[in-house]
Nanobody, 125 residues
Framework: QVQLVESGGGSVQAGGSLRLSCVGS????????MAWFRQAPGKEREGVAS???????KYTDSVKGRFTISKENAKNTLYLQMNTLKPEDTAMYYC???????????????????WGQGTQVTVSS
């Protein structure tokens, strides 16, 4: 049974940093496309970043240059380093996984088969 467990969320002031982690179990981590999504109240869940089987990352435009996605296959762990946080980054952040390559549709939430429970990030101005 695939499980994803996020941690690392919290409350910070604008300009601060947080690092999210997502530990996976029940599947071969290195063969899955991994991604971070977020959902703010009243908004749709949106793709933040993905990392492919070969480690190549993709980002949504609003976080480029501020967020870095990475993974450690040996630890079955996905990370999201978030720097220069802004109030508009406030949301519930979710880890997601799907089998094989991410491809061009990495931000399509419907393509992901496994989700974590989410971790809240709150950025105050």
């Amino acid at each position: 049974q695939v499980q994803l467990v996020e941690s690392g969320g919290g409350s910070v002031q604008a300009g601060g940093s947080l690092r999210l982690s997502c530990v996976g179990s029940g599947y071969t981590y290195s063969t899955y496309c991994m991604a971070w999504f977020r959902q703010a109240p009243g908004k749709e869940r949106e793709g933040v970043a993905s990392i492919d089987l070969d480690g190549s990352p993709k980002y949504t435009d609003s976080v480029k240059g501020r967020f870095t996605i990475s993974k450690e296959n040996a630890k079955n762990t996905l990370y999201l380093q978030m720097n220069t946080l802004k109030p508009e980054d406030t949301a519930m952040y979710y880890c997601a996984a799907r089998y094989y390559w991410c491809g061009g549709g990495w931000s399509n939430r419907l393509a992901y088969t496994h989700w974590g429970q989410g971790t809240q990030v709150t950025v105050s101005s």
